[in-house]
């Protein structure tokens, strides 16, 4: 983030402005914003200054700073190529889009743009260290290695060129030039933690436990706080019959990092050595919640439930084992102890004819079996039960990359569900930003007669109505009612009764008066509007309506599908009749997209959210709901994309949604 500082200047940020304030200054504002991490409020000032300029640079640059930090790379890819149609010498940019490309692992387009940059001559240490690590992404090895020549012949004193030499000669299986490199970084600069970090993991390689000890004990001196070095360190010290010590080391990387799979199976495995029975089913139980597809956590617990007497247990866990791994004989052996335990002797003997048959198997089968000492997470052998886990072989040099863009993401605990539909109500009501209109024609010819006590505003977000507020409601309803009794074919009276009656609650009656409404004038788009938010709602309260049971309990019963589909389906027909008035309304056309994704129609849906944008490409609800369905239905780059847009229009639970989806990305492709 150093470097991001140089960008931004501090003002007062009480600094007055209206839409006819100079752009410099909507601009600086939102570079403070930036400043202080408040990333969301920060693109609303950059969407002004685009709106007002957009032919300016600047303002895509520090909306793309933004998204960037808000992990929505995609739509920071975006705004850079836009920056940089405006103006194509700025550094920063191409540096920002890099970035954004190592993170949506697109190397060859941070490599280009890497070599753009030494081309404008604008060489540092970390351009080049960032493309050398993209090469390696790429198998590009040979050019990587050479990169790393120039690298040591410009900046001989960087200890980085030798770490990422190192790794690259690692990789290649040169472990002595390794060795060598990692040296070299060390004595330039004896506290680069990554270099004793790859030391000690090199040494832990080649069997030299000791000595892997003792390194990583001078990176946890730099970096305490790396978990991973700790789950290390205790791997050597098992290896040198250490156990408390290696005890010791899980339970600080699990204090650290209380997720992690690698510290709670082994320190399972070593409670489980030591005698630490109950303890060790809990890091178990823990591991199996994780990945609840891990037969061989599964086996050592049914293992662990064995020994302290918990033999049903321990058959329901055997079980599953062994549909899995129909041979493995210790998995036949060990629930055939358990059968005895219980007295069933019948599948007791069963169990042990099969373990029986198969040691025979294997005298005269001379079955052989590789023994290594460790084993992968990803690698699932069941007759690995008892080795301790290492981390899978995965490019150790993507911790390298170099950015001048750190910083704190606010991370938030989200729910993925659809934008709600628009409503009436009496009350402009804010975004969660800024305080914004929604225009509607048919809206805004009903304020027009301002027969309505408080004019309507349409808004996802439902204000709080205050007991005043209702007194008012209903002295006004009082006198609509009167002039019904006189005027009973007025279809605008029948509404403005049908709005009272809806604000009070009152739904049943409500629908009766807006069939009313609609009977004198069938294209009457309000009540139409309200009549189809009405049944809506219905549906969705009675859908879990609490009752008194015969015994007195309160009890939920649910509504039949059918009938929950019977409700949406009618409120549909009434907003289908409503766009057939006026096919111009983004809200009618929005409404009806959420109502179709509701009975799990997404292709309507998608369509009518596809016409919202078209009639409004501002409305961010629309952007919204369209990405999570696209998203659902296998379009993941379109909904990131349609995600980014929501987001820069103010729903800001976007920018979580985007990060929650790429991290399930990230584990379903690990």
């Given at each position: 983030?150093?470097?991001?500082?140089?960008?931004?200047?501090?003002?007062?940020?009480?600094?007055?402005?209206?839409?006819?304030?100079?752009?410099?200054?909507?601009?600086?504002?939102?570079?403070?914003?930036?400043?202080?991490?408040?990333?969301?409020?920060?693109?609303?000032?950059?969407?002004?200054?685009?709106?007002?300029?957009?032919?300016?640079?600047?303002?895509?640059?520090?909306?793309?700073?933004?998204?960037?930090?808000?992990?929505?790379?995609?739509?920071?890819?975006?705004?850079?190529?836009?920056?940089?149609?405006?103006?194509?010498?700025?550094?920063?940019?191409?540096?920002?889009?890099?970035?954004?490309?190592?993170?949506?692992?697109?190397?060859?387009?941070?490599?280009?743009?890497?070599?753009?940059?030494?081309?404008?001559?604008?060489?540092?240490?970390?351009?080049?260290?960032?493309?050398?690590?993209?090469?390696?992404?790429?198998?590009?090895?040979?050019?990587?290695?050479?990169?790393?020549?120039?690298?040591?012949?410009?900046?001989?004193?960087?200890?980085?060129?030798?770490?990422?030499?190192?790794?690259?000669?690692?990789?290649?299986?040169?472990?002595?030039?390794?060795?060598?490199?990692?040296?070299?970084?060390?004595?330039?600069?004896?506290?680069?933690?990554?270099?004793?970090?790859?030391?000690?993991?090199?040494?832990?390689?080649?069997?030299?436990?000791?000595?892997?000890?003792?390194?990583?004990?001078?990176?946890?001196?730099?970096?305490?706080?790396?978990?991973?070095?700790?789950?290390?360190?205790?791997?050597?010290?098992?290896?040198?019959?250490?156990?408390?010590?290696?005890?010791?080391?899980?339970?600080?990387?699990?204090?650290?990092?209380?997720?992690?799979?690698?510290?709670?199976?082994?320190?399972?495995?070593?409670?489980?050595?030591?005698?630490?029975?109950?303890?060790?089913?809990?890091?178990?139980?823990?591991?199996?919640?994780?990945?609840?597809?891990?037969?061989?956590?599964?086996?050592?617990?049914?293992?662990?439930?064995?020994?302290?007497?918990?033999?049903?247990?321990?058959?329901?866990?055997?079980?599953?084992?062994?549909?899995?791994?129909?041979?493995?004989?210790?998995?036949?052996?060990?629930?055939?102890?358990?059968?005895?335990?219980?007295?069933?002797?019948?599948?007791?003997?069963?169990?042990?004819?099969?373990?029986?048959?198969?040691?025979?198997?294997?005298?005269?089968?001379?079955?052989?079996?590789?023994?290594?000492?460790?084993?992968?997470?990803?690698?699932?052998?069941?007759?690995?039960?008892?080795?301790?886990?290492?981390?899978?072989?995965?490019?150790?040099?993507?911790?390298?990359?170099?950015?001048?863009?750190?910083?704190?993401?606010?991370?938030?605990?989200?729910?993925?569900?659809?934008?709600?539909?628009?409503?009436?109500?009496?009350?402009?009501?804010?975004?969660?930003?800024?305080?914004?209109?929604?225009?509607?024609?048919?809206?805004?010819?009903?304020?027009?007669?301002?027969?309505?006590?408080?004019?309507?505003?349409?808004?996802?977000?439902e204000a709080q109505t205050d007991l005043?507020?209702?007194?008012?409601?209903?002295?006004?309803?009082?006198?609509?009612?009167?002039?019904?009794?006189?005027?009973?074919?007025?279809?605008?009276?029948?509404?403005?009764?049908?709005?009272?009656?809806?604000?009070?609650?009152?739904?049943?009656?409500?629908?009766?008066?807006?069939?009313?409404?609609?009977?004198y004038n069938p294209t009457h788009e309000?009540?139409?509007?309200?009549?189809?938010?009405?049944?809506?709602?219905?549906?969705?309260?009675?859908?879990?309506?609490?009752?008194?049971?015969?015994?007195?309990?309160?009890?939920?019963?649910?509504?039949?599908?059918?009938?929950?589909?019977?409700?949406?389906?009618?409120?549909?027909?009434?907003?289908?009749?409503?766009?057939?008035?006026?096919?111009?309304?983004?809200?009618?056309?929005?409404?009806?997209?959420?109502?179709?994704?509701?009975?799990?129609?997404?292709?309507?849906?998608?369509?009518?959210?596809?016409?919202?944008?078209?009639?409004?490409?501002?409305?961010?609800?629309?952007?919204?709901?369209?990405?999570?369905?696209?998203?659902?239905?296998?379009?993941?780059?379109?909904?990131?994309?349609?995600?980014?847009?929501?987001?820069?229009?103010?729903?800001?639970?976007?920018?979580?949604?985007?990060?929650?989806?790429?991290?399930?990305?990230?584990?379903?492709?690990?």
């Open positions: 983030m150093r470097h991001l500082l140089s960008l931004i200047v501090f003002v007062s940020l009480s600094l007055p402005f209206s839409a006819q304030t100079n752009t410099d200054g909507v601009i600086t504002i939102g570079r403070n914003a930036l400043y202080y991490e408040d990333y969301a409020l920060s693109i609303q000032y950059f969407n002004q200054a685009i709106q007002a300029k957009p032919y300016l640079y600047e303002p895509y640059l520090y909306r793309a700073i933004a998204k960037y930090y808000l992990e929505d790379y995609i739509g920071s890819i975006e705004d850079c190529n836009a920056s940089l149609e405006r103006d194509p010498f700025i550094d920063e940019t191409y540096k920002l889009r890099a970035i954004n490309y190592i993170m949506t692992e697109q190397y060859g387009k941070a490599v280009q743009d890497y070599r753009k940059l030494i081309s404008m001559e604008v060489e540092n240490r970390d351009i080049w260290s960032n493309m050398v690590l993209c090469e390696t992404q790429l198998d590009s090895l040979h050019t990587a290695d050479m990169m790393l020549d120039t690298m040591i012949s410009k900046w001989p004193d960087y200890p980085r060129c030798y770490i990422l030499k190192a790794q690259i000669a690692i990789q290649c299986k040169d472990t002595a030039s390794a060795d060598t490199l990692l040296d070299k970084a060390l004595e330039i600069s004896p506290h680069e933690v990554d270099a004793w970090s790859a030391k000690a993991q090199l040494l832990l390689q080649r069997d030299f436990f000791a000595e892997s000890e003792a390194a990583y004990d001078k990176a946890i001196l730099q970096k305490p706080k790396e978990s991973g070095f700790y789950i290390n360190r205790a791997l050597a010290r098992y290896k040198q019959n250490n156990l408390r010590g290696a005890m010791d080391d899980y339970d600080i990387a699990l204090d650290i990092d209380p997720e992690n799979y690698l510290g709670h199976y082994n320190r399972g495995l070593l409670r489980m050595q030591v005698g630490e029975n109950n303890a060790a089913i809990t890091d178990f139980d823990f591991v199996l919640k994780k990945e609840p597809n891990d037969r061989l956590a599964l086996f050592n617990r049914a293992t662990l439930s064995e020994i302290t007497g918990n033999y049903h247990s321990a058959i329901r866990d055997y079980t599953t084992v062994l549909e899995q791994y129909p041979n493995f004989i210790t998995g036949y052996e060990n629930r055939a102890r358990c059968y005895r335990a219980i007295n069933d002797k019948k599948h007791a003997i069963e169990d042990e004819r099969k373990v029986y048959i198969a040691r025979l198997d294997e005298v005269f089968g001379n079955k052989k079996t590789v023994n290594k000492a460790t084993r992968k997470q990803k690698e699932q052998n069941i007759d690995d039960y008892k080795k301790l886990v290492t981390e899978n072989d995965e490019n150790n040099l993507a911790k390298f990359y170099s950015s001048d863009y750190r910083g704190r993401i606010q991370d938030r605990n989200i729910t993925v569900e659809l934008q709600p539909m628009f409503f009436f109500t009496f009350t402009k009501v804010d975004n969660g930003l800024s305080s914004h209109y929604n225009y509607a024609a048919f809206v805004e010819h009903i304020n027009v007669t301002k027969e309505l006590y408080y004019p309507l505003f349409l808004s996802t977000r005043t507020d209702f007194d008012i409601i209903h002295k006004e309803d009082a006198k609509i009612v009167d002039l019904l009794s006189r005027h009973k074919e007025q279809s605008q009276l029948h509404f403005y009764h049908a709005v009272y009656l809806a604000a009070e609650r009152n739904y049943i009656d409500a629908i009766n008066s807006l069939d009313s409404a609609i009977r309000g009540a139409l509007f309200l009549r189809s938010t009405i049944k809506v709602r219905q549906a969705e309260m009675n859908l879990h309506k609490p009752t008194i049971s015969a015994k007195g309990k309160k009890e939920i019963s649910y509504i039949k599908s059918d009938e929950y589909n019977i409700l949406i389906k009618a409120a549909i027909q009434d907003l289908t009749a409503a766009i057939m008035t006026d096919d111009t309304c983004p809200y009618l056309y929005y409404n009806r997209g959420c109502l179709y994704a509701k009975i799990k129609d997404n292709e309507q849906a998608l369509k009518d959210f596809n016409s919202a944008i078209q009639l409004n490409n501002s409305l961010g609800e629309a952007y919204y709901n369209r990405g999570l369905l696209n998203i659902e239905s296998g379009n993941a780059q379109q909904g990131f994309e349609d995600l980014s847009k929501a987001g820069e229009y103010g729903l800001y639970s976007a920018y979580s949604l985007i990060k929650h989806f790429r991290k399930q990305q990230n584990t379903k492709s690990k």
